[in-house]
């Protein structure tokens, strides 16, 4: 996958019929029904039916299961995820028609215009604090509207409309599309080397960041100074006289974070802000959502919205899909899903996952996302899963990519057992981790599934064993 290079945009309005190809897709839905609560002529197609699709055709979205050059119909505008090639037949169709071939992206970017935009971004905990700042935002009585990449457990949706003039953005870093966005306030959550397969070098996956939020419409970025690549962003960023806030529990953050403490399944810590002092009271675990809702006041602070509003609302806030999500109960243990697919992520879930567990176990199912990725952090991998009491790690999820000879998830466990660490647990399927787990559960343990693919079918095959008699 090649790195995408933002392009010119135009209204909404302006783009005729608009045809999604892998219109079920995370980040492709939320678009279309955008598109179409706008009042555009919306169709779309993807490889297989599924319950998003259903979704899109029951919100009155034309929706077609296979690609067919036919499924275009009266389009003028198709728009693809970054998983689409060249060589799909409505691409192809497409480009011979002289249509306009527009990445997701810049669909996203063409509801911006006009509105007072905010895009997030960061290697870690974007979507989260897209989630809170638009909540921190409607603490102004305002509608504004969001794209996230999971849906809000507050609202079912991952995207609104909206009616005010903020809108709020998760912005995507793996394929350089972060820089399409024209926006008034950049967030960056941290900046940790990924997507080497797309960037090449860590030194140009930082760059990326440099060019985004030196944007000529951004007027402000906020950023974690606790996180060393974003720091040093903001070291740059002042030198130009460029305006920056900073949050976090550093000393030097304007937004800084004292005293945090974690029980049970939320997080609190003081705020100072300017000599004064708020609590920071959250329904979500772990020092880094602590963070992510220090980002989403500092936003609100930006728009006029006292502090105080924007926290009064953030009490309110249960989490998005697939980060930390509860699943339910097996045998007395409680069971969570996360997408953490980097060694931060997956030592920011377990840590949270030991304060929400208490005295119980904390037992880890992992399936790494990528080969590269595999590869590049397998130790990394290891030293952040050793933070669980079990650890059962599942075959690699391939997502784009083939596999690469020598690269599997034994790179992970044979690192954990060269450690001396015990339970260690590899499985050669998702089937055998549920019974593995099934095994393994106790009443108090948490179980936690951790990655990008379909390892979150876990939770729900481990509630499907039947319980010991």
Known sequence: ???????????????????????????????????????????????????????????????????????????????????????????????????RVWHRSAALGA????????????????????????MALAAAGESPGYVVGAVLADTGRASCLGSGTDFVVEADESDGSFRQYPVETFVVTNIEADHLDNWGT???????????????????????????????????????DRRVVTYGTDASADLRIEAPRFEGSGARAGLVIEDEHHDLVLGVP??????????????????????????AALRGFHGTSRRFEFVGRWRGAAVYDDYAHHPTEVAAALTAARTVAGAGRVIACFQPHLFTRTRTFAVEFAAALALAD????????????????????????????????????????????????????????????LGAGDVTTVGPLLRERREPT
Do not use: W
């Open 1 to 99: 996958m090649m790195l995408v290079e933002p392009v010119s945009l135009r209204p909404v309005a302006q783009l005729g019929a608009v045809h999604f190809v892998a219109i079920g897709g995370s980040g492709m839905a939320p678009i279309a029904l955008l598109y179409h609560e706008s009042g555009v002529e919306v169709s779309g197609s993807d490889r297989s039916d599924s319950a998003t699709m259903r979704l899109l055709r029951d919100a009155g979205i034309t929706v077609y299961v296979g690609h067919d050059a036919a499924h275009l119909g009266s389009a003028r505008t198709v728009v693809v995820s970054s998983a689409i090639g060249e060589s799909n037949p409505e691409v192809q169709a497409a480009r011979e028609r002289d249509l």
């Open 286 to 311: 772990g020092l880094h959502n602590l963070r992510n809702a220090a980002a989403a006041v500092a936003v609100g602070l930006l728009r006029s919205i006292p502090a105080a509003d924007s926290l």
């Open 202 to 240: 860590p030194e140009a996956y930082y760059a990326g960041y440099g060019e985004a939020v030196r944007g000529d419409e951004v007027r402000q970025v906020v950023a974690c100074i606790d996180d060393p690549g974003a720091a040093r962003l903001v070291a740059e960023l002042r030198a130009e």
């Open 111 to 134: 509801l911006l215009l006009g509105r007072r935009g905010v895009a997030v971004t960061g290697t870690h905990g974007k979507t989260t604090t897209s989630a809170m700042t638009a």
């Open 390 to 449: 079990e650890i059962v790690v599942c075959p690699i999820y391939p997502a784009r990519e083939q596999p690469i000879p020598g690269v599997t998830s034994a790179l992970i466990t044979d690192r954990l057992r060269a450690d001396e660490r015990a339970g260690v647990h590899d499985v050669a399927s998702l089937d055998e981790a549920a019974d593995l787990l099934a095994g393994l559960a106790r009443p108090g343990d948490l179980v936690l599934t």
